[in-house]
Each structure stands twice: as structure tokens, then as C-alpha cells.
């Protein structure tokens, strides 16, 4: 199983862009999707991304796109989202999750993961 570590986060004003990262140890990384997720300050954590362990299918909630892009570079275990045009309703602590699922209908509910990052904050001002 793989252990993630998302990094990238901060502080940046609305419309500009920010850049997260999501490391993964082990050796079967390919073989996982990898999906964002990011919880909002009282708010229930939320869908943002995904992408199939191929690349071949991502998946974006309809409150980010056109904004963000959600890539993934096997060789080097990691995956991305690169966020622009950032709101401040994107303010959230952003999480990073694997999955071994790749069908779009799982890849949207947390029961589905099998592993998380701790997480990294992004905050965005107006």
C-alpha cells in the first residue's frame, strides 16, 4: 500500500494559480488512481479530481472546471493538481488519496480510498 505526502499549499490571491503535489512511496503507485479531495472550514470534505491509474480518465467536480488539472507522472510516483483562476470558495485544506478502483462512480466517494495524505492547506484572498 501506498503512503502519501501532499505539499504545495499556501497562501495566494484570488485569480492566481498554485500548483499542489501528492508523493507516493512504494512501488505500486501505476497501479492506483489518484483523487483530490479538499474540506472547506465547516464544510464536509468534497470531491475535486481524479485521474485513472493510466491517465486515460480524469474526472473533475463541476466547481473546477476549466480551472484545474489533475495529471500524474508514474515514473517519478506522484501525482499533481494544478489549480488556476483560484476563488476564494477554494479555500481548503486539500487531501490526496489513492485508490485501486478506476470506474468514475467510486472514484468519488471517500469509502472507496484506500490510503490518504494528511493534507495541505490552500488559502485563497479576495
Known amino acids: 500500500q501506498v503512503q502519501l505526502v501532499e505539499s504545495g499549499g499556501g497562501l495566494v490571491q484570488a485569480g492566481g494559480s498554485l500548483r499542489l503535489s501528492c508523493a507516493a512511496s512504494g512501488r505500486t503507485f501505476s497501479t492506483y488512481s489518484m483523487i483530490w479531495f479538499r474540506q472547506a472550514p465547516g464544510k464536509e470534505r468534497e470531491f475535486v479530481a481524479a485521474?485513472?491509474?493510466?491517465?486515460?480518465?480524469?474526472y473533475y467536480a463541476d466547481s473546477v472546471k476549466g480551472r484545474f488539472t489533475i495529471s500524474r507522472d508514474n515514473a517519478k510516483n506522484t501525482a499533481y493538481l494544478q489549480m488556476n483562476s483560484l476563488e476564494p470558495e477554494d479555500t481548503a485544506v486539500y487531501y490526496c488519496?489513492?485508490?485501486?478502483?478506476?470506474?468514475?462512480?467510486?472514484?468519488?466517494?471517500?469509502?472507496?480510498?484506500?490510503?490518504w495524505g494528511k493534507g495541505t492547506l490552500v488559502t485563497v484572498s479576495s
Open positions: 485521474v485513472a491509474w493510466s491517465s486515460s480518465n480524469v
Open positions: 488519496a489513492a485508490s485501486s478502483y478506476y470506474r468514475q462512480y467510486y472514484l468519488l466517494k471517500e469509502s472507496y480510498m484506500n490510503t
